[in-house]
């Protein structure tokens, strides 16, 4: 006998939102949606954005967004000082030792506890199932305290930079998760090297997904002109933004007539507009600032190539697997990138993009004008990218990936997604015995 059945309530908690570069934590609750999740979203921080995606707007007026202090977290806290004092303040203990030693985790504790038992006080009343983090630092060790607090079942997902510079109780979110999710194996290596092998078993790598149908290849509107590099990164000093100025400095020396436009805000927008300046390249690289992700889509719509010279900073950031080359594939576009993190398992060299040794214009340069040079070869890269990203990264396979394992822990039933992998994943069936 089958019968359809409500999925549990799932919890997401977020650093901030909305973030306008964050475009994956966004399209992840619109899938999970459209599977029939039922998703409460908690950010840490409310963002007062200037600009924010069309679909955003819905989830900012229902996310659970609380101050660091109010009359309700305050007797949220009492609540679980009465109901058991021992555990409120064991975990208070737990949290503070485990992130002493880092101004950044320790003060963020701070800050963030409060607000966390609050959640839980909110979460323990909604009958949420199961929480999980959106990153492996702040939101996670508020996933922690909640399910010190209530025993809600949670788990959380590392993506990079979150993991890679400090790695403050890592072991133990791991260990007190349900599970983890690595977006690459990249991440999966580094977690378990710091966990132990026990936590093999406990990460999973689910790649982050794009939307393939709304990224698909699209014939060109802009009238013919001189070859366009699209890069879209938020400017700091992992992005490489330098590189790919001086990059552009090499093609103008050699003769190549192109165009370089860059998408994006950040700490060293300011330093990159007067590196473009002092190179001479203001008629050539083109700063467009923060933009909404339907203007990102016609944006690769009407590029050659995408440029990401990601490189290692010396904090030791480096790279999960940046979502915009999968968004730049999917649309068919041919990729230049450097073989830093988990960015070799999306890109193939010279099957699906080209990969360049990090820190190099010189590489980078090479690259670019090589793609200028030969359309046929940016078509043929185009194309097996676009592939790739169809097969390995569709955000529908990954989000019903993500929701198996959330109902899996979320309940005693036996839960199934059913999906038709020619169109959405439809409904939650339970299993009687």
Request: charged share 20%; with cysteine.
């Amino acid at each position: 006998m089958q019968t359809t059945v409500s999925a549990p309530k799932i919890a997401y908690i977020v650093s901030r939102f909305p973030a306008l570069t964050e475009t994956f934590v966004l399209y992840e609750l619109l899938a999970m949606e459209e599977l029939g999740v039922e998703i409460e979203l908690y950010p840490l921080l409310q963002v007062r954005a200037g600009i924010a995606h069309p679909e955003a707007v819905r989830w900012i007026e229902r996310a659970h967004c609380l101050p660091f202090l109010s009359l309700g977290i305050l007797r949220a806290q009492w609540h679980f000082i009465r109901s058991d004092a021992s555990a409120y303040f064991k975990v208070w203990a737990e949290v503070l030792r485990g992130t002493w030693g880092s101004i950044n985790f320790f003060l963020g504790a701070i800050a963030i506890f409060p607000k966390a038992v609050r959640f839980a006080y909110e979460m323990s009343n909604q009958k949420i199932a199961h929480v999980h983090a959106q990153f492996a630092n702040h939101p996670a060790v508020a996933a922690l305290i909640i399910h010190r607090l209530t025993g809600i079942p949670y788990s959380f997902t590392a993506r990079g930079t979150d993991i890679q510079i400090e790695r403050r109780m890592l072991k133990r979110k791991i260990e007190a998760a349900e599970f983890a999710i690595a977006v690459s194996a990249f991440n999966k290596k580094i977690m378990v090297d710091e966990s132990g092998p026990d936590a093999r078993g406990k990460v999973h790598v689910i790649y982050g997904g794009v939307d393939v149908d709304r990224l698909s290849p699209a014939p060109r509107t802009r009238p013919a002109g001189p070859f366009r590099i699209l890069s879209v990164a938020r400017f700091e000093e992992v992005k490489g933004h330098a590189y790919l100025v001086e990059a552009c400095q090499l093609l103008r020396e050699r003769g190549v007539a192109f165009e370089c436009r860059l998408i994006g805000e950040g700490p060293l927008f300011s330093t990159v507009e007067q590196l473009i300046a002092r190179a001479g390249l203001c008629q050539e690289v083109r700063l467009l600032g923060p933009r909404t992700y339907p203007e990102v889509i016609h944006e690769l719509r009407q590029a050659d190539v995408v440029a990401l010279p990601t490189t290692p900073t010396a904090s030791g950031k480096r790279e999960g697997i940046p979502n915009v080359l999968k968004e730049a594939m999917a649309c068919g576009l041919p990729v230049v990138a450097t073989s830093v993190g988990g960015i070799p398992e999306l890109v193939d060299h010279n099957k699906t993009g080209i990969l360049v040794p990090p820190m190099s214009a010189i590489a980078l340069a090479d690259a670019l004008q090589r793609l200028g040079d030969d359309p046929i070869l940016r078509r043929q890269l185009g194309q097996s990218g676009r592939e790739k990203v169809v097969r390995d990264f569709n955000i529908r396979v990954s989000t019903t990936n993500r929701a198996k394992l959330f109902l899996r822990n979320a309940g005693e039933c036996f839960l199934s997604l059913e999906c038709d992998e020619q169109s959405k994943p439809q409904v939650i069936t339970q299993h009687s015995v």
